[in-house]
């Protein structure tokens, strides 16, 4: 490489960038750096910090300390609050001279308390900055602070908004008649709205799941067994401050681990995460048949896509097909940290440390495939006329209706049918029939006119039993 060369301004497609998520897909997965970034998590760092220091002082643990004036508080809160260019730029700093990211992090609070306004109690109080604290005590706060932020902030409302976006299309084809296909072969009619509110309720529980889902948080020192708290002030409660601390952040807290929090919740929620994406990856195989089959229909200037380099005619299902890719690279990532952080050795060791920094990455990829899917969605619309002219020539899927009254009819009485099914598989299986044909069958039964009459009724597009309604059922 030329180093003269001039560094182009930065696009996704110049940009260079190791993962598809800082460069390609970089507009996509943005949001998500407010809260995964490093940048966020030194930020949350030092919040936690900063609020330890505001809390223990007000808990009156430190004899003759009187708690901090809402101007010192809102000054230790600016610097978490105001988290600039040139504050990460002199964390770095510290970091080089340390060689620890959260020791930096103490360093720099330290920094910020010399520099309080005259007359404040703060630059006596730097031995104050980080006591008590392990440097896990401070890393499992502030990665449960950046996840649920990022969950809450940026990836659920996308999980909410394809959710909503498929409720809604239940409503819309609630009356759309169509084939269903069982082991890929016809099988008794649905409607596409009844299909599409099958994964808005799977959707929806998994939601109800994620909600539920806690964050843990621990502040009990390097072993987990509040020894230094004891030796330093053994007449504080210390298991009710570790408790107040961490509830007061807005996290659960969990009185017992070792020196690292043990990463359960953390699972937990990935593993709720998982069946979200394997649902929408389901979607996305099944919205890509509906497509082939010309059920969905494509909008081209929707799409935003040439279908193909060399067949003009083509627009293809990439946003399906990028949704499903991303969630199976999503999952792979879920579930590896799944499987590492609730392991550690004996009271610590630092392979949960490494592990979590892909935790941007694994919703990354994540929520580039809900958006791909939710711009899928936007880009299709059912073809009526497709799917009622595959429907209306599918007479053998009356099959079914057909035996079930016989075998009803022979069962109360009304009439002797000898063995309706194997009677229908003779006329039916492994071959069409036509309306003709069927009809044929049905004036030869040896039942009264009035079932003749309901048999004849049928057709396809009708029967479809409760479909239509089961929509509502989303409501």
């Given amino acids: 490489m030329n180093s003269a060369a001039p560094t182009p301004s930065f696009t996704p497609l110049t940009h260079e960038a190791l993962s598809p998520l800082d460069g390609r897909y970089r507009e996509q997965t943005a949001p998500l750096a407010t809260y995964l970034s490093e940048a966020a998590l030194n930020r949350a760092r030092l919040h936690v910090e900063v609020e330890w220091l505001i809390f223990s002082v007000a808990a009156g643990i430190y004899p003759g300390l009187a708690p901090l004036s809402a101007e010192d508080q809102a000054y230790l809160r600016s610097l978490p609050a105001n988290f600039s260019e040139e504050t990460r730029a002199r964390l770095a700093d510290f970091e080089r001279e340390t060689r620890h990211d959260v020791k930096a992090v103490e360093y720099l609070l330290r920094e910020h308390l010399t520099g309080a306004p005259e007359g404040s109690p703060l630059p006596e109080l730097g031995e104050l900055v980080h006591v008590f604290c392990t ?81 843990l948080g621990k502040f009990n020192g390097a072993t987990g067994t509040f020894s230094a708290h004891v030796a330093a002030l053994p007449q504080v409660d210390w298991l009710e401050v570790s408790r107040g601390f961490v509830t007061h952040l807005g996290l659960t807290w969990n009185p017992l681990t070792t020196q690292i929090e043990s990463h359960d919740w953390q699972a937990e929620l990935f593993g709720v995460i998982v069946h979200f994406n394997r649902i929408a990856h389901n979607l996305a195989t099944d919205c890509w048949t509906y497509i082939s089959l010309g059920y969905f229909r494509q909008d081209l200037a929707a799409q935003g896509s040439t279908g193909s380099s060399t067949m003009p005619h083509k627009i293809n299902p990439i946003r399906f097909e990028n949704g499903e890719a991303n969630l199976e690279v999503s999952n792979a990532l879920l579930e590896s940290l799944s499987a590492t952080l609730v392991t550690t050795r004996l009271q610590r060791d630092l392979t949960d440390s490494t592990t979590q ?76 029939i036509t309306e003709e044909s069927l009809r044929q069958f049905i004036e030869n039964l040896p039942v009264p006119d009035s079932v003749k009459e309901t048999l004849t009724a049928l057709r396809p597009e009708t029967y479809v039993g409760l479909a239509p309604q089961l929509p509502e059922l989303l409501d």
């Fill in 135 to 215: 440097s896990e005590d401070i890393n499992n706060l502030a990665y449960a602070l950046c996840l649920q932020g990022a969950i809450a902030q940026v990836w659920r409302p996308a999980a909410a908004s394809l959710q909503a976006t498929l409720a809604e299309l239940a409503h819309r084809y609630a009356d759309i008649a169509m084939l269903s296909r069982t082991h890929g072969q016809t099988a008794t009619p649905t409607t596409l709205g009844k299909e599409m509110a099958v994964f808005a309720h799977r959707f929806a529980r998994q939601l109800d799941r994620l909600d539920q889902c806690e964050y």
């Fill in 357 to 432: 920094r892909n935790i941007g990455s694994a919703l990354g990829y994540s929520l580039l495939a809900l958006d791909n899917i939710s711009r899928g969605l936007a880009g299709v619309a059912a073809d009526p006329e497709v799917i009622a002219a595959d429907l209306g020539s599918r007479w053998e899927v009356l099959s079914e209706a057909v035996q079930q009254v016989l075998r009803v009819q022979d069962a109360i009485g009304s009439a002797r049918v000898d063995s309706p099914y194997e009677q229908l598989k003779a006329l039916t299986r492994g071959q069409g």
